[in-house]
């Protein structure tokens, strides 16, 4: 037999980090007093010292305590000259092990006895950060408490907060968070001051609570004599540097990066040059006129991710990791659902350390989605009024809904960007897309979509419209663009392929093709590679995520968007072997409001073998081919070919009023439409539904079909259309087509 292995330390709850200069005299005391505060309160902690440059005997007396007491109970850190606060904040925080760390001055002013409340006002508050306020009991009056009362009366004013005490620096909070909260960009005389500004800044949450203050009968404060009005003075000066930094007011959860605010990064170099940048940067400058739902932030967000784009593979891992850890900790704190499934497993998503720890989550399916939306899964730190709703096109045959906030919107825009440029497309090139276009979209809408469409230089040919009739139509209007890029539906390129394939020669070649919504076959890719001579990509995204894997220019695998998703492949609840089809599993890391982790989509597809590097030299997880995203196309009666996607897309509007539906064509001109009714069915509605319906299939005749149930395909979908009609263009008159 062997020995049992030693068992791991368990780390400790919380970690208390105490900056120290020149405090000789209070240490020890400080410390016992710890002792007896925590103990008593039955918390597991660790007390880190930080001597800051001391030059009295400090060091010597923490030496002292740290062999005197048990085992990791107390560390010491030292500067060898004095650094500041805000510098020794950070070496302990960084050296802490505890899940939570609270921050106290080693002067004895404020009481170790306070700690116990802090830690529990964090945890029934569920607020982020807990900041001790300095009651007025034991305070003594005179300059220094006047300037105290100014000073946060200008905070308040400059920053837009009601705080009762802005600059304090006893502070509580989870260790990400707290080393998120110091970490700052531009050079400050005392960044202490600016502690819950930096919180607030980032869309934390912060509450107060009152905690006593005792005047300073040992050693000397850096505010004594006149260095009061020059710290005063100085800190003054810092105000116009944080706005700057921080802007004012509460800034929305981890605005502004898709990069953890610590994650080193590669040097910045603007992507465009001449005419391009000029255009790119008038695109991003006026946005609220052509983007109803993202802002300039967006700009940020993409020169961020083409800084990520190269990351070797161990740093990517490592960021996924730290945005994970930040999720799942968030979820846990704000989420109610999140709270009550984690404690319910026993997970704590302080104690994850690598990407494997996630398979402790249990799946999230959509029937749960839909039990638990909308307060269970809403974020209580979100404002209700900046969450947008999302609907599914219901490619399950049943729409689904959720919600997302502008900061995770503004992630799938810039990654969209740059994924195009994956294609060999470059801001400003003409672009041609093959989409719905304003289906379901307001006037004001369908206005601002036509100015982005001038600034993107991006045709809109209507995917919902095609027929044998307009289809040179639409060649021609192609050809005239002369697009570098063509996207669209992978039922609309498949009508571009049944264009060459009758033998007609297209006169435009693209530098590249982009299919989504719907896998394309690859004899459908081939057709279209070579009419066209240009290389067809793919993208795989949803509804609920956008843009999730897009194929690059060397390999038919298609590169998981790393920063913004982690995807799994499971097979019976393991991940899937190189080859192996299972189904996917998508965790976002951007959307704070209602977070999705480990939420399955519904889709399959094919593992494979990463052991080799993508030859793009980009090191983002790949996944193979993916399935259940076929579907079948419409032959309606007026001689249009309805894509499935134009139904799904329909339907989503109806969810109260169509639980399931499914379009069951045998015969061209006419089709059977199943029909689940929803909780709130009604036959005057869906009357009008279907009259609505008939404004774009014409005189298709349409039978409506009641039903209890619709059957699951393999990949646990149900498929919105289901058509035994074929698309031969070989049949269709070729004078309609204007054969060339």
Request: glycine share 6%.
């Amino acid at each position: 037999m062997t020995a049992d292995a030693p068992a791991e330390e368990p780390r400790p709850e919380l970690s208390v980090v105490v900056p120290c200069l020149n405090e000789e005299a209070t240490v020890v005391a400080l410390l016992e007093r710890i002792d007896a505060s925590l103990s008593d309160a039955g918390l597991s902690y660790e007390v880190v010292f930080v001597d800051d440059g001391s030059t009295d005997s400090t060091w010597e007396r923490l030496t002292e305590l740290a062999a005197s007491s048990p085992e990791g109970r107390v560390t010491i850190e030292r500067h060898a000259e004095n650094q500041g606060i805000p510098n020794a904040w950070n070496t302990g925080v960084a050296r802490a092990c505890g899940s939570y760390v609270v921050l106290i001055d080693a002067d004895l002013q404020n009481s170790p006895a306070d700690i116990p409340r802090l830690y529990a006002a964090l945890q029934e508050s569920h607020a982020d950060v807990v900041q001790g306020y300095r009651s007025h009991i034991e305070r003594q009056d005179g300059f220094r408490l006047f300037s105290s009362k100014v000073l946060n009366w200008l905070l308040n004013v400059s920053f837009g907060d009601h705080a009762k005490d802005n600059k304090s620096g006893f502070v509580l909070a989870p260790r990400l968070v707290m080393l998120e909260i110091l970490h700052h960009e531009r050079r400050y005389h005392h960044f202490q001051t600016f502690i819950r500004v930096a919180a607030r800044a980032r869309g934390y949450t912060v509450t107060e609570i009152e905690t006593l203050f005792f005047p300073r009968y040992a050693g000397t404060s850096f505010l004594a004599g006149s260095n009061m009005a020059k710290v005063t003075f100085q800190a003054l000066l810092d105000i116009p540097v944080a706005l700057r930094e921080f802007g004012r007011g509460r800034g929305r959860p981890r605005d502004g990066s898709v990069v953890p605010t610590r994650q080193p990064l590669p040097k910045a170099t603007h992507p465009y040059r001449g005419w391009r940048r000029v255009l790119f940067e008038l695109f991003f400058a006026t946005m609220p006129l052509h983007k109803w739902l993202i802002r300039r932030n967006a700009r940020a967000l993409y020169l961020q991710l083409k800084q990520t784009e190269y990351l070797p593979a161990d740093q990517m891992r490592e960021l996924q990791t730290e945005k994970l850890r930040r999720m799942l900790q968030h979820s846990a704190r704000h989420v109610p659902y999140y709270r009550t499934l984690f404690a319910s497993v026993g997970f704590d998503p302080s104690t994850l350390s690598s990407l494997d720890d996630l398979e402790r989550v249990p799946l999230l399916g959509k029937p749960q989605l839909r039990r638990h939306l909308y307060f269970d899964l809403f974020a209580d730190d979100h404002v209700k009024s900046r969450m947008h709703k999302i609907s599914t096109s219901g490619s399950t045959g049943e729409p689904t809904t959720t919600y997302a906030d502008r900061y995770q919107l503004e992630v799938r825009f810039a990654t969209t960007l740059r994924a195009l440029e994956w294609t060999g497309w470059r801001f400003g090139d003409r672009q041609a897309r093959l989409w719905h276009q304003t289906l379901g979209m307001s006037r004001s809408q369908v206005i601002r979509e036509r100015i982005d469409a001038m600034f993107m230089r991006r045709l809109f040919i209507p995917a919902f419209e095609l027929n044998p009739a307009n289809l040179q139509r639409m060649i021609d209007r192609i050809r005239r663009h002369r697009p570098v890029l063509v996207d669209g539906y992978a039922e609309s390129l498949n009508f571009l392929a049944s264009y060459v394939r009758a033998g007609n020669r297209p006169g435009f070649s693209p530098r590249s093709m982009m299919s989504s919504a719907q896998a394309l076959p690859d004899n459908v890719r081939d057709d279209i590679e070579a009419g066209f001579g240009t290389r067809v990509y793919d993208k795989y995204g949803s509804r609920e995520f956008s843009g999730i894997a897009y194929q690059c220019e060397a390999s038919r695998d298609h590169h998981v968007m790393s920063e913004s998703y982690i995807l799994e492949i499971l097979v019976e609840g393991r991940r899937a072997l190189p080859g192996e089809v299972g189904e996917i599993v998508i965790t976002d890391l951007n959307n704070f409001s209602t977070p999705l982790i480990r939420y399955r989509l519904g889709d399959l597809a094919t593992a494979v073998d990463e052991s080799e590097p993508c030859p793009c030299g980009r090191s983002m997880p790949r996944i193979g081919r993916i399935e259940g995203r076929t579907q079948a196309i419409v032959h309606c009666a007026n001689g249009t070919w309805m894509p499935g996607t134009f139904f799904a897309h329909f339907f989503k509007d109806y969810e109260h009023l169509i639980r399931f539906f499914q379009i069951h064509q045998s015969t061209a001109g006419s089709f059977v439409l199943k029909v689940v009714r929803g909780d709130q069915w009604g036959e005057s509605t869906f009357a009008e539904m279907l009259l609505r319906l008939r404004k774009y299939v014409g005189e298709t005749e349409i039978t409506v079909e009641y039903v209890d149930s619709i059957p699951l395909l393999r990949t646990g979908k149900r498929s919105p259309v289901v058509s035994s009609v074929g698309l031969d263009f070989q049949a269709v008159d070729q004078t309609a087509l204007g054969a060339r």
